[in-house]
């Protein structure tokens, strides 16, 4: 989870972290920070009972090739997602999808990543061989560095918890600690979307009824 605010054309980041929590924890900390919008990597809305959602075939026909193609999510799969099951508690607290004072939307990193750093192919940090996997944390860890030059605000984490970015840092990882890291930058890519869906910097690939994917235009 990655909490952050823009202020200034700086995206400041306060608060980053791993730990597991429960959709009613999840929410009470994005009712306590007074939180503007919410970027979910998972699916939120899965309506269909097989195969894969439209946005989902979409995705894959945009960017199979930069080998970022989507999971398939249906009923079948997941009668009772968790993702979907705090996107409904989200909405009871008036935050809708898309649009509106207060909004969520769902975001998957792989394809975002590709169109926030104009990449020909999607980043090798979650598979691989743990050599792989750390170069590929360290490009991210380095573009995401680097977006004031490609964004209209940079990136400033404050007192948001350890995240290794530098390839020394993220050498030392090892097991949980690797995957973890994976998860804060996860994270902090969804912040940045979230940011430019709030600045009016996004497309929508689908739909509220279907189910849709948010990425930067």
């Excluded at 202020?7 to 999840?26: I, K, M, P, W």
């Excluded at 598979?127 to 860890?141: C, H, I, P, T, Y």
């Excluded at 995401?144 to 918890?161: E, V, W």
């Excluded at 709030?198 to 009824?209: A, M």
Aim: hydrophobic residues 40%; aromatic residues 6%.
């Amino acid at each position: 989870m990655a909490l952050g605010r823009l202020h200034d054309n700086t995206l400041h980041v306060d608060y980053l972290g791993s730990e597991v929590f429960s959709n009613d924890e999840l929410c009470r900390k994005v009712q306590d920070y007074n939180a503007v919008g919410i970027a979910i990597d998972a699916p939120l809305i899965i309506r269909n009972q097989s195969g894969m959602r439209d946005c989902e075939r979409q995705i894959g026909k945009l960017y199979g090739a930069k080998g970022a193609s989507c999971h398939t999510a249906n009923l079948t799969l997941f009668p009772k997602a968790t993702s979907v099951l705090l996107s409904q508690q989200l909405q009871t607290m008036n935050y809708e999808h898309i649009v509106g004072n207060q909004w969520q939307i769902e975001v998957y990193p792989h394809p975002a990543i590709i169109e926030l750093f104009n990449l020909e192919y999607r980043l090798a940090y979650k598979k691989g061989n743990v050599a792989e996997r750390k170069a590929g944390q360290f490009l991210l860890a380095s573009h995401l560095l680097a977006i004031g030059k490609r964004l209209p605000f940079s990136l400033q984490l404050c007192n948001a918890g350890s995240v290794a970015l530098t390839i020394a840092e993220i050498n030392t990882l090892r097991g949980v600690q690797l995957k973890q890291n994976e998860d804060k930058l996860d994270a902090l890519v969804c912040l940045v979307v979230a940011v430019l869906h709030y600045l009016g910097k996004s497309r929508t690939i689908g739909d509220i009824l279907g189910g849709y994917i948010t990425l930067p235009s």
